[in-house]
Structure formats: structure tokens, C-alpha cells
Nanobody, 121 residues
Framework: QVQLVESGGGLVQAGGSLRLSCAASERTFSSYAMGWFRQAPGKEREVVAAITRSGGSTYYADSVKGRFTISRDNAKNTVYLRMNSLKPEDTALYYC??????????????WGQGTQVTVSS
């Protein structure tokens, strides 16, 4: 069982930046592809970004390309999401997820509890 704990969310003005972190309990963290998802009130959960086990390949939703960067540090069992040029429409609960696979495509096996990001206009 992999436990994932997100942190780094908060309230920020439009145009600002945040960095989310997701710490994993699993010693074999490098065996897991990782993803960041978000869910806004009244909307379905959507993928934001994903990264392969080695970090060599990444995926971004069109809505965040050029603004968000996903990265990972396998020595620290942590995946990050750097968010720049934030917009009010980025407001959501952000989750990280893990999949024991070389592929970052769903389905994911483990989920964190989420961290809230609120962007004011």
C-alpha cells in the first residue's frame, strides 16, 4: 500500500506561483509513474500532468502547458508540480496519484488526499 501526502497548496493571486509536493511512503517509488490531477467544484476530476518512473517523459493537459512543470526526485520519494502564471480557473483540489507501471496513462492505483489551490482574481 502506497501512501501519498500532498502539500504546498494555498491561496494565491492570479499570476502568482505555487509548488506542490507529493511525498510517497513507498521505498520503490521509482517503480511508479506519477500523476497530478485536479477537481474543481461541480466538475469532473481531470489530469493535469504526469511523469514516467525515470522522469524522462512527461505529459501536460493543454490548459496548463507552458505554465506548469512536473518533476520528481526518486531519492526523496517525492513528485512536484510547479505552477506559474496561475489563473482563477486553476482553482481546484489537487491530487497526486501513483501507478506501478512504466506508463503514466490511467488507471492509477493509489491516491493522496489532496491539497487545495485557490487563485484569486
Amino acid at each position: 500500500q502506497v501512501q501519498l501526502v500532498e502539500s504546498g497548496g494555498g491561496l494565491v493571486q492570479a499570476g502568482g506561483s505555487l509548488r506542490l509536493s507529493c511525498a510517497a511512503s513507498e521505498r520503490t517509488f521509482s517503480s511508479y509513474a506519477m500523476g497530478w490531477f485536479r477537481q474543481a467544484p461541480g466538475k469532473e476530476r481531470e489530469v493535469v500532468a504526469a511523469i514516467t518512473r525515470s522522469g524522462g517523459s512527461t505529459y501536460y493537459a493543454d490548459s496548463v502547458k507552458g505554465r506548469f512543470t512536473i518533476s520528481r526526485d526518486n531519492a526523496k520519494n517525492t513528485v512536484y508540480l510547479r505552477m506559474n502564471s496561475l489563473k482563477p480557473e486553476d482553482t481546484a483540489l489537487y491530487y497526486c496519484a501513483a501507478r506501478r507501471s512504466a506508463s503514466y496513462y490511467p488507471p492509477y492505483d493509489y491516491w493522496g488526499q489532496g491539497t487545495q489551490v485557490t487563485v484569486s482574481s
